[in-house]
């Protein structure tokens, strides 16, 4: 039986050690000297959702790093629907001239620390007999004049995908060295990018022309394989959308029965997506969709209900509201709404799953 895979799923944590995080033995969370207005509302958005998800999971206390991961441990342990998590790192923002960008990187989750955090994860599953795990989602900065080192750690830690938020990272791929894309492709590690609105990281609000969906053509005509983040869909009606451009791009780089541009779920189940969503079930194929959830960002189960989506019967909605588990919860809808069951282990075709036998 095939993993089911959730392959967007954000580790992030409390800790404000910049030195700690520059030398792989923390996270680094310090978005103050940076904030923007919106980011820091949608933070304490979802601040509130996680101590609610805390409190379904019978945890308390203070939203420390130590019960962030207690929560995503427990998240995948009790879910019914979901065998496998890839936790995504974020690297620092660098600038062209290789230099670290200290005030503009608000979120710096290493590899090795996340690799590390993995490893004991996975090792709590083995003892309680849990045939549960978590893959690494690596992260490498292009503009890292250590670039080539980093993605050869990110094999040796058995990374199963490269994660890069263009707005967030400030990355602009039309200036990123083609050796770079060449190495990613060469590695088989599947490029995982957000495409459109970013609302969560204060630098994403003021690069949003670094999140244009143009973007990905750059790895794309180097061979490497792209899944789009949230179908590239809108958050909110003022933000840009671009489902119809992907589906343009998904016939020219997906012929002769090689995938090559993939579309993740992930975030589609907040209630401002609900018209997005229609689209997305009928223009996207579903074969070319992989499942994510994007932890933290909250499901709304009422947005998704018999009157929107005829699919789903009164049974099954109510069965979702009375679901405790995001995961679950989140599965749960877009298999009542029509998405295919397929999606979730279509992620065996996408990942870099050599890497299974890698933190254990």
């Known amino acids: 039986m095939q993993e089911r895979i959730d392959i967007h799923f954000h580790l992030l944590g409390k800790d404000d050690d910049f030195e700690a995080a520059e030398k792989g033995r923390a996270l ?8 923007h207005w919106q980011t820091w509302i949608t933070n304490g958005y979802v601040e509130g959702m996680l101590r609610l998800y805390q409190h379904d999971l019978g945890l308390h206390g203070k939203l ?17 629907e979901i065998d496998a998590i890839v936790l995504l790192a974020l690297d620092a923002v660098f600038t062209e001239d290789h230099t670290i960008d200290r005030v503009k990187t608000d979120l710096w989750v290493p590899n090795d ?71 990613v492709a060469a590695s088989k590690l599947p490029l995982l990018v957000h495409v459109g609105a970013e609302y969560a990281f204060p630098e994403g609000r003021r690069n949003p022309e670094l999140d244009h969906i143009d973007q ?18 809108r958050v909110f009606p003022v933000d840009p959308d671009y489902v119809d451009e992907l589906v343009q791009l998904m016939k020219r780089y997906n012929t002769g029965g090689d995938i090559r541009l993939w579309a993740d779920t992930s975030a589609l189940l907040m209630a401002s997506r609900v018209a997005v969503v229609k ?79 890698g933190p254990a």
């Not at 680094?28 to 904030?35: L, V």
């Not at 620390?113 to 989602?137: H, I, M, P, V, W």
């Not at 750059?218 to 949230?230: M, T």
């Open 216 to 233: 990905i053509k750059f790895p794309l005509d180097q061979g490497v394989k792209v899944i789009v983040a949230h179908c590239g869909s």
């Open 64 to 80: 420390t790093t130590e019960q962030y991961a207690e929560i995503a441990y427990r998240s995948l342990a009790s879910s019914t």
């Open 279 to 357: 689209r997305i079930k009928k223009l996207i194929p579903s074969e070319f969709l992989v499942h994510g959830s994007d932890f933290p960002v909250p499901v709304d189960p009422f947005a998704y209900n018999p009157l929107d989506f005829p699919e789903m019967t009164l049974k099954t909605f109510v069965k979702i509201s009375e679901t405790n588990n995001h995961l679950d919860q989140d599965v749960l809808i877009k298999r009542a709404i029509g998405f295919p069951d397929t999606i979730l282990t279509a992620a065996s075709q996408v990942l870099r799953l050599d890497a299974k036998d």
């Open 28 to 35: 680094y969370w310090s978005p103050g000297d940076n904030q």
């Open 113 to 183: 620390y996340l690799a590390e955090r993995t490893s004991k994860l996975n090792a709590r599953f083995s003892q309680e007999n849990l045939a549960k795990r978590f893959y690494l989602g690596a992260s490498v900065h292009p503009y890292r004049e250590d670039w080539q080192d980093r993605l050869e750690q990110a094999l040796q830690l058995k990374a199963v995908l490269l994660k890069i938020i263009p707005s967030v990272q400030i990355v602009d791929f039309a200036k990123v060295a083609p050796a770079f894309w060449t190495a």
